[in-house]
């Protein structure tokens, strides 16, 4: 089979850069709280909440926000696993990242419940790749 290659013309664009995400899965859902752009968020009643690591119900982490967004509105959460760039800056390059309090992330998983939110592939990129190591 041949299959041809379509050119596009090279755009250089002045904005700044926004989220990109190189890989995983966009669903929308209702923001059950108001949430942060970044945040782990999981899933109750067909609405998202911020993920907490002190809390067993709310420490199941099924994805990042990647919009900030008030009560009962849609928000963009990548779900499953994948790559998100520009949304947290500071990351160590290698180093594993847990859920902290509040739908943060965190370095140190002093925490009733240690999650695994993912992997820091630079300074602002996550690798997001949930998952639930023990309970304390």
Request: hydrophobic share 35%.
């Amino acid at each position: 089979y041949f299959y041809p290659v379509v050119q596009r013309p090279f755009v250089v664009s002045t904005t700044p850069p926004t989220t990109t995400i190189t890989s995983g899965s966009i669903k929308q859902f209702f923001s059950g709280e108001s949430i942060n752009s970044g945040n782990v968020v999981y899933v109750k009643e067909e609405q998202v909440f911020k993920a907490d690591a002190n809390t067993i119900s709310s420490s199941f982490p099924i994805g990042l926000s990647l919009e900030s967004k008030s009560v009962g509105e849609l928000i963009d959460v990548l779900i499953g696993h994948g790559m998100v760039s520009d949304k947290y800056s500071g990351l160590l390059s290698g180093k594993r990242y847990f859920l902290g309090e509040e739908g943060q992330i965190t370095s140190v998983p002093d925490y009733n419940n240690i999650v695994q939110v993912g992997i820091a592939n630079s300074s602002n990129e996550l690798i997001f790749l949930p998952l639930f190591l023990i309970q304390k």
